[in-house]
């Protein structure tokens, strides 16, 4: 028996979009998905009961900026003493 389809599931979908307007997503500390979510339901006013799930503020990940080579060479260290 298959398993069956959960009907609200959200889908992934790929668009296109301008650089500016992709480096301003990154920037903030909401991911893409509901900056764009979020805003769509608010400039076309779409009513709560026709939305399923409620947007939430998911916070993106910090990327370290610390190179690879310097995590390494530290993990390095703390082995060896």
Known sequence: ???PIKEDKKAAK??????YLIE???RQPESRAVLIETAL???YQIPEHLRPVTVTSKKKPV???????TV???RSVAVNE
């Not at 790929?14 to 650089?19: G, R």
């Not at 990327?63 to 080579?69: C, G, P, Y």
């Open 1 to 3: 028996m298959a398993r």
């Open 14 to 19: 790929s668009i296109k979009l301008p650089p």
């Open 24 to 26: 301003w997503m990154d």
């Open 63 to 69: 990327k370290s900026k610390r190179s690879r080579e």
């Open 72 to 74: 390494t060479d530290q």
């Open 41 to 43: 339901c608010s400039h």
